[in-house]
């Protein structure tokens, strides 16, 4: 009986040995597989629609395009007239408001995402409480490229130029549109579409 003990008690010391040791034996890594950085997001712009609408931009008349853009907006959405029948002074305010969005966005062709969309849609935001319909955003988008074009020289760069501004416009209006359908922080009460833009201007 005891050399059957001996017997057992030797195995066990020896599987207990053995697992010990493999206990402590370095285990080989599990490979992770890591999550890929995403890739940098291509502008929505290149390079060269940038400089094809800085160029035609700079060639546009700034004491005409404002009311072009309005008269071009209300022919293609008249309903859009009454959203302008405020005052005497509201449509030649917006017809400025038009120029000068449309200098920052100019200015801002670069990195649109990161330094337009946030004041465009602060301005929508601005915009919500007067049931702007999504057809009159995009009147609007449309009003800039039919208005821009008509300073726009003829020739092999005309409709590169004219998409580029397609671009440009409904990359405005898409955001602008978007942005009205969200209730604006009535916390902050003077913070009024014009005000946001004198800020996006100022900056």
Same mark, same amino acid.
Request: charged residues 20%; aromatic residues 6%.
């Given at each position: 009986?005891? %050399? +059957?003990?001996?017997n057992?008690f030797?195995?066990?010391?020896m599987n /207990?040995a053995?697992?010990s =040791?493999n206990?402590?034996?370095?285990r080989?890594? =599990?490979?992770c597989r890591?999550?890929?950085?995403?890739p940098?997001k291509?502008p929505?712009?290149t $390079?060269?629609q940038? /400089?094809? +609408?800085?160029?035609? @931009?700079?060639r546009?008349s700034?004491a005409?395009?404002?009311k072009s &853009?309005?008269?071009?907006m $209300?022919?293609?959405?008249p309903?859009?007239?009454?959203?302008?029948?405020? *005052?005497?002074?509201t449509?030649s =305010? #917006?017809?400025?408001?038009?120029?000068?969005l449309?200098? $920052?966005a100019?200015e /801002?062709?670069t *990195?649109m995402e990161k330094a337009l969309q946030p @004041?465009l849609?602060m301005?929508?935001?601005g #915009?919500?409480?007067?049931? &702007?319909k999504?057809?009159? @955003?995009?009147?609007?988008?449309e009003?800039i490229? $039919?208005?821009?074009a008509? @300073? +726009?020289?003829p020739?092999k760069?005309h409709r590169?130029?004219? =998409?580029a501004w397609?671009l440009l416009?409904s990359?405005i209006s *898409?955001r602008?549109?978007?942005a009205?359908?969200?209730?604006?922080? %009535?916390?902050?009460?003077?913070?009024?579409?014009?005000?946001?833009?004198? %800020?996006? &201007?100022?900056?």
């Amino acid at each position: 009986m005891s %050399t +059957i003990l001996r017997n057992i008690f030797q195995k066990r010391s020896m599987n /207990n040995a053995s697992s010990s =040791r493999n206990h402590l034996a370095p285990r080989p890594l =599990r490979r992770c597989r890591s999550a890929s950085p995403a890739p940098p997001k291509a502008p929505l712009l290149t $390079t060269e629609q940038q /400089n094809l +609408i800085k160029k035609s @931009w700079q060639r546009v008349s700034k004491a005409h395009i404002g009311k072009s &853009i309005y008269q071009k907006m $209300t022919s293609k959405s008249p309903d859009s007239k009454s959203l302008f029948l405020v *005052d005497y002074s509201t449509i030649s =305010r #917006h017809e400025r408001y038009f120029i000068d969005l449309i200098q $920052t966005a100019v200015e /801002n062709l670069t *990195d649109m995402e990161k330094a337009l969309q946030p @004041w465009l849609e602060m301005i929508g935001k601005g #915009h919500s409480g007067f049931a &702007i319909k999504s057809k009159d @955003w995009d009147s609007f988008g449309e009003a800039i490229v $039919t208005a821009v074009a008509e @300073w +726009i020289l003829p020739g092999k760069q005309h409709r590169e130029t004219i =998409r580029a501004w397609m671009l440009l416009s409904s990359f405005i209006s *898409d955001r602008l549109g978007a942005a009205s359908q969200r209730p604006l922080d %009535t916390s902050n009460h003077i913070c009024t579409p014009r005000i946001q833009l004198l %800020t996006l &201007i100022s900056t």
